[in-house]
């Protein structure tokens, strides 16, 4: 991946991505997991952590929502993997369709 930098102003250090998050809310009869910031190495703790905490009821249909996400890495991919995984020996079903290409690349 390449980076852009924008050297006209002056010296500047390049915007740092905002903290990784994760919010569950429920949305038409599903529970929305919208992933946010950056998912990238730099956060796995952190990220590895969130998706820990979150285990939807038995039955439910989540479908995950990528939208917020300002970076995503192999790391970050490898997490949603894995609970996708955990979902799926529970018995829930998971909806990553609507995943951007850039997403849907690495899972």
Not at 6 to 34: C, F, L, Q, W
Not at 55 to 77: K, M
Request: charged share 20%; net charge negative.
């Amino acid at each position: 991946m390449s980076a852009v930098s924008d050297t006209s102003s002056g010296d500047h250090a390049p915007a740092k991505p905002a903290a990784p998050t994760v919010d569950m809310v429920e949305a038409d009869g599903a529970i929305v997991v919208r992933l946010g910031g950056a998912w990238e190495t730099a956060f796995a703790a952190e990220i590895f952590e969130k998706m820990r905490r979150y285990v939807p009821p038995q039955g439910s249909a989540v479908r995950f929502d990528f939208t917020a996400l300002e970076t995503f890495d192999t790391t970050g991919a490898l997490i949603v993997y894995h609970a996708l995984k955990r979902l799926e020996a529970a018995g829930i079903a998971a909806d990553v369709s609507q995943a951007p290409e850039r997403v849907a690349a690495l899972l």
